[in-house]
């Protein structure tokens, strides 16, 4: 049976349909449709930094179910996946930090981890749960959500919120990351859930201490690391894992 996934970014079964930029098609396309996953690719956004114009989670967030929040020009997906809500928002006023992370929204589990000055406040009143307000407006990006309450965060003040509200933190090193034009990427844009039991990064995590001890904190929690690539891991502002086959 295929359904939507229920928690967003928390697949129960294996991830038959999964929304990204089409910046990253040629580099990961091979990889998903080997794992039967049919990708949606998002077309580039024109509202934002190039460099950042296929990153999904400056495009649309999951709110959890059939329901996911999109900017207007992202509606193609309406037309590929039957039975779904669509919220539309406006896209960014300006192209640059932080107007363009208004959807960049972390949910994991029951807490919503976001930045009130960036988020819209449209989806944010759409989200119920414990709110942990934070500086980083790239919240998802910042963010990797290993199960409802675990996440691999390279943001200290993330990591801060996030462990005295009783979550389960992994702080990695920022360095581990790449993401071209900048000085290094986000775990949480290199990492998605493709399984229950599996984490996939888009490529090899070069830095051997930190590859174990990320190997080591899923494993804890029963989830086996994937690599998409054999390129070093690379942010792509995530993915969205919106239907599951159980």
């Known amino acids: 049976m295929i359904r939507f996934v229920e928690k967003p970014h928390l697949p129960q079964g294996r991830v038959c349909r999964l929304i990204l930029g089409e910046k990253h098609k040629k580099v990961l396309s091979n990889s998903l449709l080997e794992r039967n996953i049919a990708p949606i690719w998002l077309k580039s956004n024109e509202y934002v930094d190039e460099r950042l114009s296929g990153h999904c989670d400056l495009m649309a967030i999951h709110l959890g179910g059939n329901v996911l929040a999109v900017q207007a020009d992202a509606t193609q997906i309406c037309e590929l996946i039957n039975n779904i809500e669509l919220?539309?928002?406006?896209?960014?006023?300006?192209?640059?930090?932080?107007?363009?992370?208004?959807?960049?929204?972390?949910?994991?589990g029951d807490k919503l981890?976001?930045?009130?000055?960036?988020?819209?406040?449209?989806?944010?009143?759409?989200?119920?749960?414990?709110?942990?307000?934070?500086?980083?407006?790239?919240?998802?990006?910042?963010?990797?959500?290993?199960?409802?309450?675990?996440?691999?965060?390279?943001?200290?003040?993330?990591?801060?919120?996030a462990s005295a509200a009783g979550m389960n933190v992994l702080r990695i090193s920022e360095t581990i990351t790449d993401l071209d034009g900048f000085e290094h990427g986000f775990i949480g844009g290199a990492s998605f859930k493709i399984n229950r039991n599996e984490m996939?990064?888009?490529?090899?995590?070069?830095?051997t201490a930190e590859r174990l001890r990320i190997e080591r904190f899923l494993n804890e929690r029963g989830i086996h690391a994937v690599y998409l690539t054999e390129e070093s891991i690379f942010d792509i502002g995530s993915a969205i894992p919106i239907a599951e086959e159980i």
């Not at 919220?87 to 994991?108: K, M, V």
């Not at 976001?114 to 989806?123: E, G, R, T």
């Not at 790239?138 to 959500?145: A, D, E, G, L, M």
């Open 200 to 207: 996939a990064f888009t490529g090899i995590i070069n830095d």
């Open 87 to 108: 919220i539309q928002t406006a896209p960014p006023i300006r192209p640059e930090y932080p107007y363009d992370a208004g959807l960049n929204i972390c949910i994991a």
């Open 113 to 161: 981890i976001y930045n009130p000055k960036s988020a819209d406040p449209k989806i944010i009143s759409r989200l119920n749960g414990t709110k942990l307000c934070c500086r980083q407006g790239y919240t998802k990006c910042s963010v990797c959500v290993v199960d409802e309450n675990s996440i691999i965060t390279a943001d200290n003040k993330i990591a801060a919120i």
